[in-house]
């Protein structure tokens, strides 16, 4: 499985991003997905994830009501919809994967597969 992140920039505070994952080498029904981010110096932080195939999806306290969730199955991309950003959310941002749910899905160690990660950099 490889996975590359795309979409990152600068922006200003209030405004929008959307980030990209380009998931392949495998058939991804059975498998979530999700976005961390990660400060210099500090762990890497749950943001969203989701089952590929349905389900429910799940977004951090610290985002909700700002980011979602979504993918394109043609596509096979995985997408972060960032609104109304707040310097706040500046760190690199990961996209990750894994066969199976896991209810421990907000914590990083039990996910798999790391794409390279995209600089999200928000401007007060």
């Known amino acids: 499985v490889q996975l590359q992140a795309s979409g990152g920039g600068l922006a200003q505070a209030g405004g929008s991003l959307r980030l990209s994952c380009a998931a392949s080498?495998?058939?991804?029904?059975?498998?979530?997905m999700g976005w961390f981010r990660q400060v210099p110096g500090k762990e890497r932080e749950f943001v969203a994830a989701?089952?590929?195939?349905?389900?429910?999806?799940y977004v951090a306290d610290v985002v909700k009501g700002r980011f979602n969730i979504f993918k394109d199955n043609a596509k096979k991309a995985l997408y972060l919809q960032m609104n109304n950003l707040e310097p706040e959310d500046t760190a690199i941002y990961y996209c990750?994967?894994?066969?199976?749910?896991?209810?421990?899905?907000?914590?990083?160690?039990?996910?798999?597969?790391w794409g390279q990660g995209t600089l999200v950099t928000v401007s007060s």
């Open positions: 080498g495998h058939t991804f029904n059975n498998y979530a």
């Open positions: 989701r089952r590929w195939s349905g389900g429910s999806t």
């Open positions: 990750t994967g894994r066969y199976g749910w896991s209810v421990s899905y907000f914590d990083s160690s039990t996910w798999v597969y």
